[in-house]
């Protein structure tokens, strides 16, 4: 019922629609044959969903464009379909004439998103830089440490002992508690969890070791 809506009011806009697909398995077949310029795309398919779809559709020579379209879009589905490879992403309950506009804007070479869809973008850009800046910041920090204070302070993540931070770096356990606390002075941290979650901010965490 959506696509044959779709159709009626993008057909009545004066934009082709060359295909329907009903799943996202029949999509790549679909836009081999018929070469459109841009796929509406539906997130919520059974057998494959949109979002597979769309990168099946990036690795095509000369892929369309892509707007992706759902009933219900959080901010991890917005931004999850732009990295796919959507050029836009509006939601089925916008008015099907700015659906329309949004077509024309893609097959033109710009994006599409509604408001809901925008801010979701903005929020995750936001709090990527948020992230960006606390690793930076906990980096500057953690400079200030010796490189030996800064290797054993990096098995601080793991929760691995004195004695057991020791073991892994041939180092005794008094060595090790000594470089410890000299590293908490220099940083103005009080406890080994607090530096143990500057370390892992900063991502400089030990690989994990077994044994």
């Given at each position: ?80 379909a732009l990295d796919a490879g959507a050029q836009g992403f509006l939601s089925k ?55 030996r204070e800064q290797e054993i302070a990096s098995y601080l993540p793991h929760g ?52």
């Amino acid at each position: 019922m959506v696509r044959r809506l779709l159709t009626t009011v993008l057909t009545a806009q004066g934009i082709d629609v060359v295909g329907e697909a009903s799943d996202g398995d029949e999509v790549v077949p679909a836009v081999a044959e018929r070469r459109p310029d841009v796929v509406l795309m539906d997130l919520h398919m059974r057998r494959t969903g949109g979002l597979e779809a769309i990168r099946e559709l990036r690795r095509l020579p000369g892929p369309p464009a892509v707007i992706a379209l759902t009933s219900f879009g959080t901010d991890e589905t917005v931004v999850a379909a732009l990295d796919a490879g959507a050029q836009g992403f509006l939601s089925k309950d916008d008015d099907p004439e700015h659906i329309a506009r949004h077509v024309r804007d893609v097959a033109a070479g710009a994006g599409a998103l509604d408001h809901a869809s925008a801010g979701a973008v903005i929020r995750h850009l936001s709090g990527s830089r948020r992230l960006d800046t606390r690793r930076t910041d906990a980096r500057r920090e953690l400079a200030a440490l010796t490189p030996r204070e800064q290797e054993i302070a990096s098995y601080l993540p793991h929760g691995l002992s004195n004695r057991e931070i020791g073991r892994q770096l041939y180092l005794s356990e008094s060595t090790v508690k000594a470089h410890l606390g000299r590293a908490m002075a220099k940083l103005g941290v009080g406890s080994r969890e607090q530096l143990a979650v500057l370390v892992d901010r900063a991502g400089a965490t030990a690989p994990r070791a077994g044994g």
